[in-house]
């Protein structure tokens, strides 16, 4: 078997990508499988992102205009200069927040072809990695849930998203009350969604 003796730079920053972030299923497709599924994350889990990340310009304007105008304010009313990089402080942690949420939002994810059932979520205790699961079956529970969170939770009221918990076993029943065994949980998803992973898993498709 011939040896390679270059670096191929290409497939270096595919592979890199895809440490982060789900590949494109489109490009690695098996012979006759299609795309049958694919659900994201709600929307309000990337809204940091929508106005910070892809309207950066207007972001970065409004930022150096307030910190402009803080620094003047705090030249003329003599208060100490420190003051003036509290706004830089304030949307620089605005910038890495929104970050945070757009590498969580573009990590979640399911997908179903004709031959395969694909979970992709972030590597527990280990961000920003990504992990990809690949099931030959279909689970046998899908179970919506409010999140755990107080903030997601409010946002579910509102959208009727909920917290899906994905597993392969049966409910277990610990006094009295049924719980997802050994769940994967995808967090956020819309109710349409839900509703079709729904019909994939136990509809006649």
Known sequence: MPIRRYWDFSASLTNIQ?????????????????????????????????????????????????????????TNLNYHWGIAFIPVFFFVSLFLLALHQRIIYQQYRLQKTNARFIISIPQPNAFPLADNIELKGLPQVVDPNWSKSYIWRIFQFFTGARDVYISLVAYQFVEGTAKVGGALIVPDVMPDDVFELKRHVFGMI
């Open 18 to 74: 895809d440490s982060f972030k789900p590949s494109n299923l489109e490009d690695r497709l098996m012979p006759g499988e299609e795309l049958q599924l694919e659900i994201h994350l709600a929307w309000y889990r990337d809204i940091l992102g929508y106005w910070i990340i892809d309207r950066f310009g207007w972001f970065l304007l409004l930022a150096a205009v307030v910190t402009f105008l803080t620094a003047v304010l705090t």
